[in-house]
C-alpha cells in the first residue's frame, strides 16, 4: 500500500524563491562593488547587502517552517493540528460529515478515521494557486489510509453546493482567511448553513481582527440565532500548538470556533 501524501502547508517554491534570492543580490553585490564608485557604490551595495541578509533570513524561516509542518519531519505540526480538530467530532452511526476547503484529504480523513461509521465528504475548488492539491490526491491519501466512508467533491466555500442543514457535523482548517472577502463572516454563515440542527462544528482559522472583524459579536449573533453552544477556542497555548511557534509560524491568532446547532 502506497503512503499517503498530505503535501506541506509550506510550498517549496518558497525555499526556491529564498536559494535564488540570495544568489541574487550576492552576485548583483559583487557586480556592483566593482563596477560602481564612490557615494553611488556605498548606497547601492548597502541595499543589496540588507537585501541579502533578508533573503538568509527568510531561507532559514522557510526551512524551519518546511521542516515544522511536514508529516514526515519530527515536530508535524500539521498532524497535531489535523488531529486535534477531528477529535471534537463525535458521530453516531450514520451520520454526515462536511470538510470544506479539504486540500489533500488530511481533516477529512482524520474525521473518517475518528468515525468509521459516519460518512464524509471533503469538498474544496483545488485552485491553480494550490496546483499540488487535488480531488485525485485525496482520494488516493484515503485509499493509502484504507478509509472507504470519506468522498471528493469540487465545492466552493462561498457558496455551497449542499442542501440547508444536510450534515451533521462540519469541520474546515486554515481556509477561509486565503479567501478575497470583506466580510468572512458571511462566509462562516453559509458553512453553518449546511449544519443540521444538533449538528456540531469545528472550525479552525486565523481569526484576527482584521481578518474576520468583531468575532465577539458574531458568537453573541450566533447564540441569539439559537445555537445552544458557541465557543473561540485559543489553539497557540498549548492545544495545538506552543505559544514561541504560532509567534514563528505568523499563527498567533489561530483559534477553533466550535459548537452545536
Known sequence: MNKPDYKNWIPKWMINAGIIGIAL???????????????????????????FVFMCVYLAWSVFAYNTFSYDGK??????IIDGIANYVDLPDGATALDIGCGSGALAIAVAKRNPNANIIGCDRWGKEYASFSMKLCADNAKAEGIENAVF?????????FEEEQFDAVVSNYVYHNIPSRDRQVILLETLRTLKKGGTFAIHDIFSKQKYGDMDSFLKKLRDMGY???????????LFMEKD????????ESKLLVGKK
Do not use: W, Y
Not at 515536530?75 to 497535531?80: C, G, H, V, Y
Not at 467533491?153 to 453546493?161: E, F, M, N, R, V
Not at 511557534?245 to 498567533?252: A, G, H, P, Q
Open 25 to 51: 543580490s550576492l552576485i548583483l553585490l559583487v557586480i556592483f562593488a566593482l563596477v560602481l564608485h564612490g557615494t553611488a557604490k556605498i548606497v547601492v551595495c548597502a541595499i543589496l547587502a540588507l537585501a
Open 75 to 80: 515536530r508535524k505540526l500539521s498532524k497535531s
Open 153 to 161: 467533491q469540487k465545492g466552493d466555500a462561498t457558496a455551497l453546493p
Open 228 to 238: 445552544e453552544k458557541v465557543e473561540l477556542i485559543d489553539t497557540t497555548d498549548g
Open 245 to 252: 511557534e504560532s509567534k514563528i509560524m505568523f499563527l498567533n
